[in-house]
């Protein structure tokens, strides 16, 4: 099992950046992928972006451009770099563990971003 733990959220005028991370721990080792998603107020949770341990990435189409997630072996942490923040990116945001499409990890608390106008 591997635990997770976001940061970084806030609020944010439109236009602005916040970055988030996410530090896995426990069976970190079983890791393949990781993901970050989110969810607004009244709506479901939405992947927005995932990365492999290969470095390779894939975006929501609502995102690209905007949003870059990476993450440091050294440190193992997963980041997301969110910049050009719009009011629609406001939520929760939550990061995933897995191994292929097999999930790791439980929803942790999440993040909250709030993008106001």
């Known amino acids: 099992q591997v635990q997770l733990v976001e940061s970084g959220g806030g609020l944010v005028q439109a236009g602005g950046s916040l970055r988030l991370s996410c530090a896995p721990s426990g069976n970190i080792f079983s890791i393949s992928a990781m993901d970050w998603y989110r969810q607004a107020p009244g709506k479901q949770r939405e992947l927005v972006a995932s990365?492999?341990?290969?470095?390779?990435?894939n975006y929501a189409d609502s995102v690209k451009g905007r949003f870059t997630i990476s993450r440091s072996t050294t440190k193992n942490m997963v980041y997301l770099q969110m910049n050009s923040l719009k009011p629609e990116d406001t939520g929760t945001y939550y990061c995933?563990?897995?191994?292929?499409?097999?999930?790791?990890?439980?929803w942790g608390q999440g993040t909250q971003v709030t993008v106001s106008s």
């Open positions: 995933n563990a897995r191994r292929g499409v097999v999930n790791l990890s439980s």
């Open positions: 990365i492999t341990n290969s470095g390779n990435t």
